[in-house]
Nanobody, 126 residues
């Protein structure tokens, strides 16, 4: 499975960005998609995840109310709408996929995911 993230960039605090991540490479039937980030000098951090059905979502406390995750299964693509960006949101953002048989399953554990991509850089300046 290949995951291609895009949409990152340089934005002023209070601004917004929309990240996309497209999955390809094999027949994907049911899977969770999650966004993670890693800031310079820090470990990988969970950001948001969405179930195959799209009904269940999960967010890190630091982004609740500002970020929204969504998906388009017809396009095998997940989106992350990021509003009210803060300098502490600066990081490399990448998406991950976890194969699952349960359409409502969602995971915040980075170790639970099966595939991940190279990421897209987000820089927020004040």
């Amino acid at each position: 499975v290949q995951l291609q993230a895009s949409g990152g960039g340089l934005v002023q605090a209070g601004g917004y960005l929309r990240l996309s991540c497209a999955a390809s490479g094999r027949s994907l039937s049911s899977y969770v998609m999650g966004w993670f980030r890693q800031a310079p000098g820090k470990g990988r951090e969970f950001v948001a995840a969405i179930s195959w059905s799209g009904v269940n979502t999960a967010y890190a406390d630091s982004v609740k109310g500002r970020f929204t995750i969504s998906r388009d299964n017809a396009k095998d693509t997940v989106y992350l709408q990021m509003n009210s960006l803060k300098p502490e949101d600066t990081a490399l953002y990448y998406c991950e996929v976890k194969l699952t048989s349960y359409s409502g399953y969602v995971s915040t554990n980075p170790g639970a995911y099966d595939y991940w991509g190279h990421g897209t850089e987000v820089t927020v300046f004040s």
